[in-house]
């Protein structure tokens, strides 16, 4: 059985490489022909009030020929606190927004003999109504999974590159972790997926393997380096899970054709950040 995640696509309504790298991942992961397809999040380029790329986005992934389950990124629905960009932090209508047009923020499936769980890390330690409804939601695991095993996907991973670093900026919170570790310990997890660190990293953990998926959009020099994220392969693609005899593998897999810019080469992340009315970092 294969599985692909796909991450951290940033796809922009004004076009541009974005959108065209995110097209070249579509048919190369076609080319893979994957059971199951995992976009981790942050679909849309920047702004989680902009329509118009969720949109778009939903037409250019709507080319991926497998089953499709995707999960919000901060860029999709905003993040805890004050410090995103533009001061857009996760509420009740920005989830509504992500959902009117990708359905849950949070599933099970079942793929062949196993579960693969996907999480909203966004709404963790938010104090939102939706948070939760998704506590009450992991709280039910056991019974929608049974003993089959499991893959768990969010897009900002369960554990920080560094304990320092375990804040909703980076990663599941560290007042939220405690709590989902104990929920998620009733499981038969075999692997974690996540994306946001714009890098391809793999650890183990407990015999499992913790990837951290690259984005198929830009690199982010400019604006993280491995004190941030840890270290990891910075360079575009997405991962496949080979699943069998119990076992998961994942391998980093890349078409030759992805145009690798930093971010602040993106003009349509530039015009989205005028468009925001928020200045640019510095290069």
């Known amino acids: 059985m294969k599985i692909i995640q796909i ?11 974005t959108n065209e790298n ?44 497998a089953p499709l389950r ?4 901060n860029h999709d629905v905003g993040e ?8 857009r932090p ?19 499936e079942i793929v062949g003999d196993w579960a693969v ?21 992991i709280e039910r695991l056991p019974e929608m999974v049974g003993d089959r095993p499991a893959l768990l996907f969010t897009h900002k991973p369960v554990r920080a590159p560094r304990p320092e670093l375990q804040r909703p900026a980076v990663s599941v919170g560290a007042e939220a972790l405690p709590r989902l570790e104990e929920l998620l310990a009733r499981l038969d997890l075999r692997g974690y997926g996540s994306g946001h660190l714009h890098h391809y990293a793999l650890i183990e953990r407990e015999g499992a393997p913790v990837v951290s998926a690259p984005s198929t959009a830009f690199l982010a020099r400019s604006s993280a380096g491995a004190d941030l994220t840890g270290p990891g392969l910075v360079q575009l693609g997405v991962v496949e899970y ?16 992805l145009v690798e810019n930093d971010l602040l080469q993106i003009d ?12 640019a970092p510095a290069a």
């Not at 995707?70 to 990124?73: D, E, I, N, Q, T």
């Not at 805890?80 to 001061?87: E, I, L, Y």
């Not at 080979?242 to 054709?257: L, M, Q, Y």
């Open 7 to 17: 991450s951290d696509t940033h796809i922009s309504h004004r076009g541009g490489v």
């Open 90 to 108: 996760v509420s009740s209508d920005r989830l509504a927004a992500f959902r009117a047009h990708f359905g849950d923020d949070r599933f099970v």
């Open 242 to 257: 080979v699943i069998d005899d119990g076992a998961v593998r994942p391998f980093f897999r890349a078409p030759v054709d």
């Open 117 to 137: 769980i996907g999480l909203n890390s966004e709404i963790f330690e938010s104090g939102l109504p939706e948070e939760d409804e998704q506590w009450a939601w």
């Open 22 to 65: 995110a097209a070249r991942a579509v048919s190369f992961i076609n080319e893979l022909a994957p059971d199951f397809v995992v976009h981790s999040g942050d679909v849309a380029i920047l702004d989680p009030d902009e329509d118009r790329d969720r949109v778009a986005a939903k037409r250019l992934l709507a080319g991926i020929e």
């Open 70 to 73: 995707v999960l919000p990124g």
């Open 80 to 87: 805890v606190g004050t410090r995103f960009t533009g001061n």
């Open 268 to 279: 349509p992340l530039l015009s989205a950040l005028a468009a925001m009315g928020v200045e």
